[in-house]
């Protein structure tokens, strides 16, 4: 014969206050945890785009390279430069 026994009123709404509270707590938590989530995931994407964009150069640098074969130099930034005279290799003597 098992009876229940109900807690007296001002217990309950203790508790389910308690409960409340923990809820709230709990939500706001987990909205900042979403938070977090949604700005890694940005990140994450922004990082990637970075990645592609550097890789995309790098191709673009490697694909200017000459073939093994070839002797010339290649510049490969694009800057005008002037052909080395083996004449000018030595430094400049005062005489």
Request: overall charge negative; aromatic content about 2%.
């Amino acid at each position: 014969m098992s009876e229940q026994t109900s807690l007296p009123q001002s217990l309950e709404t203790s508790n389910l206050d308690a409960l409340s509270a923990s809820i709230y707590r709990l939500t706001e938590k987990l909205s900042l945890i979403q938070d977090a989530v949604n700005h890694l995931a940005q990140e994450r994407a922004l990082q990637e785009n970075k990645i592609e964009d550097a890789q995309k150069r790098i191709q673009h640098i490697l694909s200017r390279l000459p073939d093994q074969s070839d002797g010339r130099q290649l510049n490969l930034l694009g800057e005008a430069t002037t052909p080395n005279n083996p004449e000018d290799d030595h430094e400049p003597t005062t005489h």
